[in-house]
T-cell receptor, first 110, second 114 residues
Framework: GIQVEQSPPDLILQEGANSTLRCNFSDSVNNLQWFHQNPWGQLINLFYIPSGTKQNGRLSATTVATERYSLLYISSSQTTDSGVYFCAVGGTGGSYIPTFGRGTSLIVHP | EPEVTQTPSHQVTQMGQEVILRCVPISNHLYFYWYRQILGQKVEFLVSFYNNEISEKSEIFDDQFSVERPDGSNFTLKIRSTKLEDSAMYFC????????????FGPGTRLTVL
């Protein structure tokens, strides 16, 4: 099956710092989503971005499908950004089912 | 804003017992999913459901698992005879007909098997 690798696995920031999270995948995909899992375990859909660039407030994401990677940018980080960020890709062989990466664990200190 | 809801939030059961996890997807969505996340690990797909039947399932979704849409609003996951290794967070998700790739997740049910 498709392999999804996320980096870095762990990230510690001071409030106000910027960061870039990366997701590499091993096959062509038709869908890619970024999720934030907050400290209470809830999964929040951040972006559906199989290609191109999207922005939502302090977050933005870019997917370069031809090179099989996606980037999630967090600017001016806040303590509420803490949690785990998952990339999930799918759409190979006609399946819409996403395969999740292992995530990037982010801690933002005040 | 519409959201996916799940009950209970936490379920404790004895090994070998049957459990039913319940989900209410977003009302106009037609695709439904179950995922699980063992503590500290990544989210894993279990099954997808559309038009009252399973459309895809993973290797994890063996004969111990079943899903059902008993009425117009609920979507359930049943584990017939729980094992210790079934302890995990179980997430329900749904997506609408026009955007089957964007899935909205419920808050999860934490299942603890003793």
């Amino acid at each position: 099956g498709i392999q999804v690798e996320q980096s870095p696995p762990d990230l510690i920031l001071q409030e106000g710092a910027n960061s870039t999270l990366r997701c590499n995948f091993s096959d062509s995909v038709n869908n890619l989503q970024w999720f934030h899992q907050n400290p209470w375990g809830q999964l929040i859909n951040l972006f559906y971005i199989p290609s191109g660039t999207k922005q939502n407030g302090r977050l933005s994401a870019t997917t370069v499908a031809t090179e099989r990677y996606s980037l999630l940018y967090i600017s001016s980080s806040q303590t509420t950004d803490s949690g785990v960020y998952f990339c999930a890709v799918g759409g190979t062989g006609g399946s819409y089912i996403p395969t999740f990466g292992r995530g990037t664990s982010l801690i933002v200190h005040p | 804003e519409p959201e996916v809801t799940q009950t209970p939030s936490h379920q404790v059961t004895q090994m070998g017992q049957e459990v039913i996890l319940r989900c209410v997807p977003i009302s106009n969505h037609l695709y439904f999913y179950w995922y699980r996340q063992i503590l500290g690990q990544k989210v894993e797909f279990l099954v997808s459901f559309y038009n009252n039947e399973i459309s895809e399932k993973s290797e994890i979704f063996d004969d111990q698992f079943s899903v059902e849409r008993p009425d117009g609003s609920n979507f359930t996951l049943k584990i017939r005879s729980t094992k210790l290794e079934d302890s995990a967070m179980y997430f329900c998700a749904s997506s609408d007909a026009g955007r089957a790739d964007t899935q909205y997740f419920g808050p999860g049910t934490r299942l603890t098997v003793l």
